[in-house]
């Protein structure tokens, strides 16, 4: 179970950090900001806000049958 867990946590933060640009660099930060519209922008937002609260509550599951 606590393999279950935490391979759901990392999956989580890895999705979370992937709609929400965190692995970009500035210069493709800015191409992405200016080609996208307000509405697929918050879609990304969404999805990543999403998936990085399951990865979240995920990994502290796991922490939780880790330790106790």
Excluded: D
């Excluded at 759901?8 to 640009?21: H, T, V």
């Excluded at 900001?33 to 990543?48: D, L, M, N, P």
């Amino acid at each position: 179970m606590f393999q279950f867990f935490l391979i759901i946590g990392a999956i989580g933060i890895l999705i979370s950090g992937i709609f929400i640009g965190a692995w970009t660099n500035g210069q493709q930060q800015r191409a992405n900001f200016h080609s996208e519209t307000e509405e697929h922008r918050g879609f990304r937002t969404k999805i990543a806000l999403y998936s990085g609260l399951l990865g979240i509550i995920s990994l502290g599951i796991s922490a939780i049958i880790y330790f106790f």
